[in-house]
């Protein structure tokens, strides 16, 4: 009889061991390997990695999120560990190959120079989950690209402000990455040019790309876009793109049939170049804010975007809209809900070629040059939402938002 209680009282303790082991914190091996990352990152560090103590549950460290049945680290946050600012270091990628279900990587602002000799991102291949890496404002160049395209498995990747120029294209065999799987790309805030766009062959997947702060520049052949057909969201702000150039055989100068956001904000885009953004029959919204249209703006070029909801020409010069002809309102976007017009010319006299918005809500026409009181007469009758800043308008009324009603 004692030896059965005997008996139980050791599977007890078994069970109970591996219970706690397996529920109740990190694997041995993850807590070793989060250990050895800490040692390896040279000071100065901030509180993230003093919280990462030899003992406890790693998955209780700040910056480390664990997967609530198996334990085992899938996300890893070590964003401004060390800051931007300081002495650059070169990170050894195999200790994160013990985390297996690793999926999100985060290491943001860490000046990260590079990568130890054969130990490049390529030991990050062996993450089958990993879908995210940002490795945003850190020191990096193009070296990285040749082992950054073993990562087959990621669907987000930041590389935004960094030290990257030129185009994604892997030195010495001037083949482009081919992560068919990827589906966010951030290059913002690099020195990436026009070339960048023909090193994007294979993004298939690709949804969204940032490009904002490079130095693309005048006419743009965006030929090379046209294959990626998931292409929902493209951002080309702050740089000194002129138009787009037509791809030969492409009716279309753009192609990019499911494009729904398009931002061009602080380019170089004039009335006559106005025409090379045909062709987008998905677009919802347009930022062309900053660029230099001015005087009466024929917008016929626009009319073929059917789904347009919001549209942005904020800071220009803008005096009017012409009517197209065969177009019985002005725009002939009939779905257009809202339009900054902030800082541009338009004047109680011009006002009037707004007419034929039927959809619009918001209309933003502040420090332009509107004064006295508003007398806007047109076919339709819409109520809209004015936003005015009074010491910028010199206007006979109230209050800041109010009803005007087109009669």
């Known amino acids: 009889m004692e030896e059965k209680w005997v008996g139980a009282i050791v599977l007890l303790v078994l069970v109970s061991g591996w219970y706690c082991s397996c529920c109740c914190g990190c694997l041995e091996e993850e807590r070793i390997a989060l250990l050895n990352l800490k040692h390896s990152i040279p000071p100065p560090t901030d509180y993230v990695l003093a919280s990462w103590g030899g003992h406890g549950d790693c998955c209780k460290w700040v910056g480390i999120e664990c997967n609530i049945t198996t334990k085992r680290v899938f996300q890893l946050s070590l964003n401004f560990t060390r800051g931007w600012d300081v002495k650059g270091w070169y990170l050894n990628s195999s200790l994160f190959s013990p985390l297996e279900e690793l999926k999100s990587l985060f290491l943001r602002a860490n000046s990260i120079f590079g990568f130890m000799k054969n130990e490049g991102l390529e030991k990050l291949s062996t993450l089958s989950n990993l ?3 940002d490795l945003s404002d850190n020191q990096l160049n193009n070296s990285i690209l040749s082992s950054l395209a073993s990562l087959s498995s990621l669907k987000v990747l930041n590389l935004a402000g960094n030290q990257m120029e030129g185009s994604l294209h892997i030195r010495g065999v001037k083949r482009p990455l081919g992560l068919s799987n990827l589906e966010v790309l951030d290059l913002r805030d690099n020195s990436f040019n026009n070339t960048i766009l023909s090193s994007l062959k294979g993004l298939s997947s690709l949804r969204s790309l940032n490009l904002r702060w490079n130095k693309l520049q005048g006419i743009l052949n965006i030929k090379e876009l046209v294959g990626l057909n998931e292409l929902k969201e ?3 702000s702050n740089n000194n793109v002129e138009s787009f150039m037509a791809p030969k055989g492409i009716k279309r100068p753009l192609g990019l049939s499911n494009l729904e956001v398009l931002h061009l904000y602080n380019n170089s885009f004039s009335n006559t170049t106005l025409s090379s953004l045909r062709g987008l029959p998905s677009l ?14 024929n917008v016929e070029e626009l009319i073929g975007l059917n789904k347009l909801k919001e549209l942005d020409l904020s800071y220009n010069n803008v ?12 725009l002939g976007l009939s779905n257009l809900e809202v339009l900054h017009l902030y800082n541009n010319s338009f004047t109680n006299t011009t006002l009037s070629s707004l007419r034929g918005l039927s959809s619009l809500k918001s209309l933003d026409l502040s420090k332009n040059k509107l004064k006295g009181i508003l007398n806007i007469k047109g076919r339709s009758i819409i109520s809209l939402v004015f936003y005015f800043h009074l010491s ?3 206007l006979l009324i109230k209050c800041c938002f109010f009803s005007l009603i087109f009669i």
């Open 284 to 297: 919802k919204i347009l930022d062309l804010s900053k660029n230099k249209l001015k005087g009466v703006l």
């Open 234 to 236: 493209l951002d080309l």
């Open 131 to 133: 879908e995210v890496l």
């Open 319 to 330: 005096e009017s809209f012409v009517t197209p002809k065969g177009i019985k309102g002005p």
């Open 392 to 394: 910028l308008n010199i």
